[in-house]
């Protein structure tokens, strides 16, 4: 028996592409390294660093250190797609904790919006949302860029995840676009 693919899989398809860290577009290095260092704390500031209180000073100090980031990390391997909107809500309204409360995407989206201080991102230098490596859940990190994309009526919406073992192999081999 064939086993069925992860919904992560199933989103991204085949047009995807795998980058190392070092040779991702800026804004998709900033928001993975403000996933990994500043909420996640997996990756390590330099030696003497502290947390800044204040949303502004993370982001100075996220581009004054990028460096150091691509030094460490510069290898490590991620996918980026770029996802058509309609397709993401949908995937988005098969999570669970979604699905139960709303039938469809402007209920959700409504709900969101009462509940959360959506900020304006830039339409240049978008930061890519954070794909989950959960059946559970579609999005792992930025829910609010997402709904302020789709406010102003974003087509499409970039994205960054972390590639399954076999798409690795694929990218090793030469069978996937970069």
């Known amino acids: 028996m064939t ?22 577009e800026r804004p998709y290095q900033l928001a993975m ?3 990994m260092a500043v909420d996640g704390e997996a990756w390590s500031f330099p030696e003497g660093c502290h947390m ?4 502004d ?5 996220l581009r004054r250190y990028l460096p ?5 990390y510069g290898d490590k391997l991620f996918g980026v797609v770029l996802l058509p909107s309609k397709l993401l809500q949908q995937y988005i309204l098969q999570d ?7 039938q469809t995407w402007e209920a959700y989206r409504a709900r969101y919006a009462d509940n959360c201080d959506i900020p304006n991102h830039r339409k240049a230098q978008r930061w890519p949302v954070i794909l989950s490596d959960f059946e559970h859940e579609t999005i792992q990190d930025g829910s609010h860029r997402l709904h ?3 406010r102003r009526g974003d087509e499409t ?13 694929a990218y090793r081999r030469g069978r996937v676009a970069t």
Do not use: M
């Not at 800044?52 to 949303?55: A, I």
């Not at 150091?68 to 460490?72: A, C, G, K, L, V």
């Not at 919406?157 to 192999?169: C, E, G, L, S, W």
């Open 3 to 24: 086993k069925q693919k992860s919904r992560l899989v199933r989103l991204v398809g085949t047009d995807y592409a795998l980058v190392p860290f070092r040779n991702l």
């Open 33 to 35: 390294a403000h996933y």
């Open 52 to 55: 800044w209180p204040t949303r």
């Open 57 to 61: 000073q993370q982001l100075r100090a």
């Open 68 to 72: 150091h980031f691509i030094e460490n």
């Open 96 to 102: 669970p904790d979604i699905a139960q409360d709303h």
């Open 148 to 150: 302020c994309y789709l």
């Open 157 to 169: 919406i970039p994205a960054i995840f972390y590639p399954r073992a076999h798409q690795v192999r």
